[in-house]
């Protein structure tokens, strides 16, 4: 099987999610959350490494290893979230029904929908936590493999607390 065919496999398990969105319970919003973002953490942790590691190769700056690792993560992680967007756009239209007739179009509005809901998230995320959160743990543990998920991680929760109140507030206007 294909990369192609793993990753068209994986989106449309995202997709499909029997998790209902008006679920309130704490148990139903984190099964929720855990179905829309762990495949994308999967995804990010593997390209944060690939990243972090591709630039170690060429310099032992720590900063440099760090964006390397944020940048890497950034591309398996919205790489994804807009194919899994991108299907479930095509297998499922919005509420009204109604949907962009040209793929250009789709991609719009699936670039606006990620914007609406990571935006804010990601401009702290890319820009300050996870590059201090890569650099702090590469020269405190002193491993670029280790460093680079211990600091992803640590980033991460910083992430969430910003990109899940967006997601919430997003569907309360949908």
Known sequence: MS????LQALARWVVNSPVSDRQSDRRGK????????MPLEIVATLTALAGGLLVSVFTA???AIAFGG???ENSGYYG?????????????PSADGARPATPGGRAWLIGKRLVWEFGMAEVLDSFVFRPFCMFAATTLIGSVWIGIIVGKFAADVLFYGVAIVFYELGKRWK
Do not use: I, K, M, S
């Not at 990369?3 to 793993?6: I, M, S």
């Not at 984190?30 to 973002?37: D, K, N, S, V």
């Not at 994804?80 to 499922?92: G, H, M, S, T, Y």
């Open 30 to 37: 984190l099964a929720e959350w855990t179905r829309r973002y």
């Open 61 to 63: 700056n720590p900063v």
């Open 3 to 6: 990369v192609q065919l793993h």
């Open 70 to 72: 944020t940048w890497g």
């Open 80 to 92: 994804l979230a807009f194919v899994r967007d991108w299907l479930a756009l095509n297998e499922r």
